[in-house]
């Protein structure tokens, strides 16, 4: 089975700084893998994915990600953090189960940006 | 595109009595549907993974007397959770796919919180 690891349940950042999340995964095939925010008391929105090609892969808000195979890493970035990119931001990656294909997730980590 | 519905946003009910959660993929057609729970400050766990017109796979763990799942057409999902009890409170998010699952994103729910008294 497939696993997701976050480090740092937190990350702080000053409003301007570079956000760096990072995420590894485990796996024995070729992974599928995804980021996703979760804003206060709502759902998860996806914001970006890597599947096939492109080892970097451009998301929405300015958030980029890139696929290393040999670090088995799929870190998250943004080079300024702006006040509303504060959330929690969980790393995904696509499994094989019982019940077919589904998505595990990491832990999350919250990130704050300080003013 | 590719927006899901999930109602209520939030319900509290007393203890013993059952709560009806729906899911509704609003502009696509939902191959499969996932339910999961989530606990304050952490991930999502997968309860259940739902498809169209067939019984719903749970994860160990999950009972599924308990957390009855109905998947009555492409773009609706329900999760009832029967005689519920204080240790349910949490908060349900529903989410849909469409296509291929494992490369698909998933499209979420807002969620709903269940408090149970």
């Known amino acids: 089975a497939q696993s997701v690891t976050q480090l740092g349940s937190h990350v702080s950042v000053s409003e301007g700084a570079l956000v760096l999340l990072r995420c590894n995964y485990s796996s024995s095939v070729p992974p599928y893998l995804f980021w996703y925010v979760q804003y206060p008391n709502q759902g998860l929105q996806l914001l970006l994915k890597?599947?096939?090609?492109?080892?970097l892969v451009k998301g929405i808000n300015g958030f980029e990600a890139e696929f290393k195979k040999s670090e088995t890493s799929f870190h998250l970035t943004k080079p300024s953090a702006h006040m509303s990119d504060a959330a929690e931001y969980f790393c995904a990656v696509s499994d094989i189960g019982t019940g077919g294909f589904k998505t595990i997730f990491g832990a999350g980590t919250r990130l704050f940006v300080k003013a | 595109g590719a927006v899901v519905s999930q109602h209520p946003s939030w319900v509290i009910c007393k203890s013993g009595t059952s709560v009806k959660i729906e899911c509704r993929s609003l502009?696509?057609?939902?191959?499969?549907m996932f339910w999961y729970r989530q606990f304050p400050k952490q991930s999502l766990m997968l309860m259940a993974t739902?498809?169209?017109?067939?019984?719903?796979?749970?994860e160990q763990g999950v009972e599924k007397d308990k957390f009855l799942i109905n998947h009555a057409s492409l773009t609706l999902s329900t999760l009832t959770v029967t005689s519920a009890h204080p240790e349910d409170s949490s908060f349900y998010i529903c989410s849909a796919i469409q296509g291929d699952v494992a490369v698909s994103p998933l499209h979420f729910g807002n969620g709903t919180r269940l408090t149970v008294t």
């Open positions: 890597y599947t096939t090609g492109a080892t």
């Open positions: 739902s498809n169209e017109g067939s019984k719903a796979t749970y």
């Open positions: 502009d696509f057609q939902a191959t499969t």
